[in-house]
């Protein structure tokens, strides 16, 4: 069986290894996993060339992520970064423990000498065992892209990195709209449609729609590529009781126009969406479409994880069996 994902950072990578935890306990070993990561949270720091959300999979999924705040190293140091602040390097808001920096050094050599980001993923995979347990991480595409937020700030509207946004200003700086810096010229990295275009069932993880998901879907090529895949396509609300369960999709989706609800994030997906797990008290459930599955969504462990994963996967069977889509 051949699963693609779209995924961007804590809840993607949390999902995503809820997954291959159920593809283990049910002897699923054949199967094959291919994640499209979001790329438009990169962002260039001290010269480096920073990629969280693809970050956050590798070390989520090859066993060293910190679990206590779902991304960076578990088991880390800061001399670096407490070197920076007494320098007086700029900025100190966005943290970056020592063995983090060294993945960081390691990307930004390589695309120096000339590597796609692609290429480059491929070799930080490798270090993490990915390739053995049959996952393939890819970017969503090899060109620089940055999202940025446009914000109110003194005189007028401006401007700002979404890290800054996010990490800084903890999303509480009233937004106008999100612009991907790039996308003009931005095209899926190798592999992403022929991922999306050959798969057996393709898995949306309970990542922010606007800024994780949403960004991936605005890369020419791929929200096409959804609408005709042959594959059902199965999304993970990442709402529960109208609210995110960590981060500010709220708020990502306050900005956008669109109200905090499983239904209305499902909208964003209309073109596609075939199935679509919700929270067990979620007023969508029982909805035929696209076909709701209510489950318990908390990922409260890699346990609960595993559950929820599989109970996509499941349904996402179940709709290949009948045909779905039309």
């Excluded at 001399?79 to 960081?104: C, I, M, N, R, Y």
């Amino acid at each position: 069986m051949r699963i693609t994902a779209l995924a961007g950072g804590v809840g993607g990578a949390r999902f995503l290894r809820g997954l291959l935890h159920h593809l283990e306990r049910t002897g699923d070993t054949d199967a094959e996993l291919t994640i499209i990561g979001n790329t438009g949270d990169d962002i260039t720091l001290f010269g480096l060339r920073v990629c969280p959300d693809l970050d956050t999979l590798l070390y989520t999924l090859g066993g060293a992520v910190h679990e206590g705040q779902g991304w960076g190293r578990a088991d880390e140091s800061h001399h670096v970064a407490e070197e920076l602040v007494a320098l007086g390097a700029q900025p100190t808001w966005f943290s970056l423990g020592d063995k983090d920096f060294a993945t960081h050094i390691y990307r930004s050599q390589l695309l120096g000498q000339g590597m796609p980001l692609s290429a480059v993923t491929t070799h930080l995979a490798a270090r993490w065992g990915l390739p053995d347990r049959r996952v393939t991480l890819l970017p969503m595409t090899d060109t620089p892209v940055e999202t940025h937020v446009v914000v109110e700030q003194g005189g007028g509207p401006e401007a700002i990195h979404f890290q800054q946004w996010w990490v800084r200003h903890q999303a509480a700086l009233p937004a106008e709209r999100f612009v991907v810096a790039g996308l003009d010229r931005a095209t899926p990295a190798p592999g992403v449609l022929d991922a999306l275009r050959t798969a057996d069932v393709v898995l949306l993880p309970p990542s922010n729609p606007v800024v994780s998901i949403g960004i991936i879907l605005t890369v020419p090529g791929v929200r096409d590529a959804l609408r005709g895949a042959r594959a059902p396509v199965v999304g993970v609300s990442p709402l529960v009781g109208g609210r995110p369960v960590r981060g500010h999709a709220d708020v990502c989706l306050e900005t956008i126009g669109v109200a905090s609800t499983s239904e209305a994030v499902a909208g964003l997906y209309a073109d596609f969406l075939d199935g679509w797990l919700v929270d067990e008290t979620d007023p969508m459930a029982g909805r035929t479409r696209p076909v709701v599955l209510a489950r318990p969504l908390l990922m409260s462990s890699v346990g609960t994880a595993a559950d929820i994963a599989g109970a996509a996967l499941g349904l996402g069977r179940r709709l290949a069996a009948k045909g779905t889509p039309a």
